[in-house]
């Protein structure tokens, strides 16, 4: 059975793209932590679209868990048409006083998964010369952030990961896509640890996300930066030097992060 595949399904941007394909009739295979939401939402769409959504309960940033998750939608007879890593999380605070563990937890989440599944369903893509993969970056990838410095740097990586294997597989006929998102109606501060959003002008809805990197598949494009504002800050961010935009960003965030220890 064909299907779309989405991490960090059960809330913000992955229930997004899962509530929106569901709707253009993909079956799905979700994967998240929250298991009780997860079941729910597949109950949900399944119902309400006719469809087939299985839900898998997988914490991703575990070793072997993407061993795992292949092996299960191997088992189930799953052909993985759309492969949308979304699944990541970030963190914000002076880099010495975040727990150590939880920034390499990132790393394996944000970086190490998404890289093993993405191989691991690229290569079936490629024997079919057809296929879409969606790997959720950040706009925060376009320049150092101090006091985000792991979370960035992972972004930064994701997308020119993404990049270079969406030129290497053209020819096969297969879209990879970038997605960098800037401030977004989701949990991300919360899952953070900030007391409070930080209060971004131009932050978008889940949807207007989804939106824009659907719009992006339809035009093969490589590196989709959702929002205007976002797409300006991005640009700026890579012609600016890099002390200036560290220097610029560390004033701003400084002050919230000292905030927040209060």
Known sequence: MKATLITGASSGIGETFARRLAAEKHNLVLVARSENKLRELCRELSDKYAITAYPIALDLSKPESEKILFEETEKQGFEIEWLINNAGFG?????????????LQMIDLNIRTLVALTHRYLAKMRERKSGVIINVSSAAGFQPLPFMATYAATKAFVTSF???????????????????????????????????????????????????????????????ISGLA???????????PDRLVTKTVAGVLRKRVEKDKQ
């Open 91 to 103: 963190s914000m605070g002076y880099f010495t006083e975040i727990e150590r563990e939880r920034e």
């Open 162 to 224: 993404t990049q270079a294997i969406a030129e290497e597989n053209r020819p096969f006929g297969i879209i990879v896509q970038a997605l960098c998102p800037g401030a977004t109606e989701t949990r991300f501060f919360d899952n953070a640890g900030m007391k409070e959003p930080v209060k971004v002008k131009g932050t978008q809805t889940p949807e207007q996300v989804v939106e824009a990197a659907l719009k992006g598949v339809k035009k093969r494009k490589t590196t989709v």
């Open 230 to 240: 976002n797409y300006f800050g991005a640009v700026l961010g890579t012609l600016a």
